[in-house]
């Protein structure tokens, strides 16, 4: 039986998906061309995987590619997925909990999708202030969402949160592709930024963890990217935003490459490097102390706003 598809949009693309895919809205059938179809399928005899860094709900994601236009992301025993062409996003599992098929899906398994499309991809939340994009990027636990969260928190827009797309331009004009309305947030950051934990709904990763995505401001359309900041461990040596050498930014921006690293070898490796020499020609990053605290870091949100 053909199932009835769920439409969407997310990270500019226009979805259409035989899951239901929470906190993404639905929304009514497009007149213009699908960009991405997510389906339920049974997957290809599965080919040899390598473990990759990418971990959901205590699960190793394990990744192969058997062609240049078939990318796989596995959890065993959850769910399957393989990217085909970025366009195509197909899907096994046996859930039937659309809240864990989301999980996964709106992650890594999108960002192959996103990957395939050329478009540059972080580890990191983005926020605008102003006319323009700011990225926060860093190791995990490094305060990327918790950041993004206290900007939300005094009314600033969020692009995205856990994985920031970029769209580069030949001009230098490079833009922040919105991905849709959720900041998920430790419990311990909601109480600190005294944010409405009634307003929010559990994340189904087995943590502390909440998805803040009904009394947020989101960002629909795409933001010029104005600054980077790689956030470090509190009271490291230096705690103001430290310029990072262009000849530096390549390397920085690689190591905080979402998805798996073998997927960058070859012309891919290539393609990213000169990309992030091209993000580097116009955009300023820095280097920052996380703020040690909640008033420090309602501080710096304070400080950016007025520097913007």
Not at 83 to 99: K, P, R, S, Y
Not at 142 to 149: E, N, P, Q
């Amino acid at each position: 039986m053909e199932l009835t598809p769920y439409f969407y949009k997310a990270f500019g693309l226009s979805i259409a998906s035989d899951f239901l895919l929470p906190p993404l809205v639905a929304c009514p059938k497009p007149t213009v061309v699908i960009d991405l179809t997510i389906k339920r399928g049974q997957l290809p005899p599965k080919p040899s995987f390598v473990s990759s860094k990418a971990y959901r709900a205590g699960i190793n994601a394990q990744f192969a590619q058997t062609e240049s236009d078939r990318l796989w992301l596995d959890w065993p025993p959850l769910i399957s997925f393989m990217a085909v062409n970025g366009n195509e996003l197909i899907v096994e599992t046996t859930q039937t909990d659309d809240h864990i098929i989301s999980l996964f899906t709106l992650s890594e398994a999108l960002g192959l999708i996103l990957f395939q499309k050329g478009y540059f991809l972080l580890h990191g939340s983005a926020i605008r202030i102003g006319n323009a994009g700011v990225i926060f990027i860093g190791e995990p636990g490094a305060g990327k969402s918790t950041t993004v969260a206290a900007f939300a928190g005094k009314g600033y827009s969020v692009i995205s949160d856990d994985m920031v797309c970029i769209r580069l331009s030949l001009t230098g004009y490079h833009q922040l592709i919105p991905a849709f309305s959720q900041i998920k947030i430790w419990e311990s950051s909601v109480k600190g930024l005294q944010l409405q934990q009634e307003t929010m709904t559990p994340v189904r990763e087995g943590v502390d963890k909440f998805s803040w995505h009904e009394s947020i401001t989101f960002e629909e359309e795409a933001v010029p990217l104005k600054q980077i900041f790689v956030l470090l461990p509190p009271n490291e040596p230096g705690s103001g935003p430290a310029p990072i050498p262009s000849s530096q930014v390549p390397v920085e921006l690689l190591h905080h490459f979402p998805l798996p690293d073998t997927l960058l070898t070859g012309k891919a490796l290539k393609d990213y490097f000169e990309k992030s020499v091209a993000i580097a020609k116009t955009t300023p990053l820095y280097r920052m102390s996380r703020p040690a605290n909640f008033m420090a870091l309602h501080a710096f949100v304070d400080h950016l706003s007025t520097t913007h």
